[in-house]
T-cell receptor, first 116, second 117 residues
Framework: AQSVSQHNHHVILSEAASLELGCNYSYGGTVNLFWYVQYPGQHLQLLLK??????LVKGIKGFEAEFIKSKFSFNLRKPSVQWSDTAEYFCAVKFLRDNYGQNFVFGPGTRLSVLP | NAGVTQTPKFQVLKTGQSMTLQCAQDMNHEYMSWYRQDPGMGLRLIHY???????DQGEVPNGYNVSRSTTEDFPLRLLSAAPSQTSVYFCASSYDRDRGTYNAEAFFGQGTRLTVV
């Protein structure tokens, strides 16, 4: 079965620190890759997505992610976090079988706490 | 354009009761799905639909039922609620066939926090 893993359960950083959240997936075929963010009490919002092309993608709020196909990884980065980045972050992979397949597999999530 | 609308936002049920969680989207999306979110487990797929009249099971389908009579609506039914179904439920939609690509993000509803006592 396809799976998605996230390296950290809970990350605690001070404001202005750099952030990198790891994500790996198990499938070697064609994938769509996503990072979603969930602020406390809210629904999931898309941070960024990768479909094809340049493996370095930029998203909203200064986030970026790099797709490394050989490592089946899609790590999320931000050079300088803010208190408002406190949230839970989910890596999600859509495994495209036969060029279809709209089922998303989510990682378990990483809770980010940014200290002011 | 409201996106994905879920109702209710909160619900408390007694064990054995039944209820329906509503989900509607206005983005002409063919694909709709239901997830449950539990601490430390991310989101797990319950049921999904690739179009009106077509549904299929996801990872954790037991105790839930779905139907898709229209493109817009995808209700989730709990047949006989159990405490193990206490969770936050999210409806999502994606994929507009008219765009001509399978590459698509998922749009999520606001979620329903369900407690079964």
């Amino acid at each position: 079965a396809q799976s998605v893993s996230q390296h950290n359960h809970h990350v605690i950083l001070s404001e202005a620190a750099s952030l990198e959240l790891g994500c790996n997936y198990s499938y070697g075929g064609t994938v769509n890759l996503f990072w979603y963010v969930q602020y406390p009490g809210q629904h999931l919002q898309l941070l960024l997505k990768y479909f094809s092309g340049d493996p370095l993608v930029k998203g909203i709020k200064g986030f970026e992610a790099e797709f490394i196909k050989s490592k089946f990884s899609f790590n999320l980065r931000k050079p300088s976090v803010q208190w408002s980045d406190t949230a839970e972050y989910f890596c999600a992979v859509k495994f495209l079988r036969d060029n279809y397949g709209q089922n998303f597999v989510f990682g378990p999530g990483t809770r980010l706490s940014v200290l002011p | 354009n409201a996106g994905v609308t879920q109702t209710p936002k909160f619900q408390v049920l007694k064990t054995g009761q039944s209820m329906t969680l509503q989900c509607a989207q206005d983005m002409n999306h063919e694909y709709m799905s239901w997830y449950r979110q539990d601490p430390g487990m991310g989101l797990r797929l319950i049921h999904y639909s690739v179009g009106a009249g077509i549904t299929d099971q996801g990872e954790v389908p037991n105790g839930y039922n779905v139907s898709r009579s229209t493109t817009e609506d995808f209700p989730l039914r709990l047949l006989s609620a159990a405490p193990s179904q206490t969770s936050v439920y999210f409806c999502a939609s994606s994929y507009d066939r008219d765009r001509g690509t399978y590459n698509a993000e998922a749009f999520f509803g606001q979620g329903t926090r369900l407690t079964v006592v």
